[in-house]
């Protein structure tokens, strides 16, 4: 936080989880809501917000990220919605934003397809979600953050995240010419 602070940074991402649908214990959330609220007040005095990204563990689906969240009273902690990451553990990424919606402050796009039976991220656009429903919502709700495109194969890492940023901006633009 003080070095987002000292380079002007809008945001810290944090992760409380790795890539894995465990299951979770129950005195997991309120030690999360200590710490996050905790985090909270020493980034907000600092005039940055925190974006906790669903990443596994107690953020694996929306009904965990929903539960953690309900206990952070900090208003500048949000959500880094990855639909691509909710796909990964299993979860659909439509309905976990609908559980996570009110927190959501910051946005992460990919995509997933499945080589050999596992999920793999790919370009935005290029895997296997239905983007319209999702970014429908978000437009619906108002949202006002970030588009960030993370894109995760180093090997064409250029190509790849202009590939996956020209496909967001294209369905960007054919939604608001509708609006």
Same mark, same amino acid.
């Given at each position: 936080? /003080?070095?987002?602070?000292?380079?002007?940074?809008?945001?810290?991402?944090?992760?409380? !989880?790795?890539?894995?649908?465990?299951?979770?214990?129950? /005195?997991?959330?309120?030690?999360?809501?200590?710490?996050?609220?905790?985090?909270?007040?020493?980034?907000?005095?600092?005039?940055?917000?925190?974006?906790?990204?669903?990443?596994?563990?107690?953020?694996?689906?929306?009904?965990?990220?929903?539960?953690?969240?309900?206990?952070?009273?900090?208003?500048?902690?949000?959500?880094?919605?990855?639909?691509?990451?909710?796909?990964?553990?299993?979860?659909?990424?439509?309905?976990?934003?609908?559980?996570?919606?009110?927190?959501?402050?910051?946005?992460?796009?990919?995509?997933?397809?499945?080589?050999? !039976?596992?999920?793999?991220?790919?370009?935005? !656009?290029?895997?296997?979600?239905?983007?319209?429903?999702?970014?429908?919502?978000?437009?619906?709700?108002?949202?006002?953050?970030?588009?960030?495109?993370?894109?995760?194969?180093?090997?064409?890492?250029?190509?790849?995240?202009?590939?996956?940023?020209?496909?967001?901006?294209?369905?960007?633009?054919?939604?608001?010419?509708?609006?």
């Amino acid at each position: 936080i /003080d070095i987002a602070q000292q380079l002007k940074a809008k945001f810290v991402r944090l992760l409380s !989880g790795d890539h894995r649908n465990d299951f979770i214990l129950p /005195d997991v959330y309120p030690r999360l809501h200590y710490a996050f609220n905790k985090v909270g007040d020493y980034a907000e005095d600092r005039g940055i917000k925190i974006a906790i990204e669903n990443h596994g563990g107690p953020t694996a689906t929306g009904q965990r990220v929903a539960k953690m969240m309900e206990g952070i009273n900090s208003p500048v902690v949000g959500v880094n919605y990855d639909p691509a990451n909710f796909l990964n553990q299993g979860t659909d990424p439509l309905m976990a934003l609908r559980y996570i919606l009110p927190w959501v402050n910051y946005t992460h796009w990919k995509d997933v397809r499945w080589v050999n !039976g596992n999920p793999q991220f790919c370009a935005f !656009g290029k895997g296997e979600i239905v983007w319209q429903p999702i970014i429908q919502e978000l437009l619906n709700a108002n949202y006002q953050g970030y588009w960030v495109v993370e894109y995760e194969e180093p090997s064409d890492v250029e190509k790849g995240t202009k590939e996956s940023f020209n496909n967001l901006w294209e369905l960007l633009q054919k939604f608001s010419s509708l609006g």
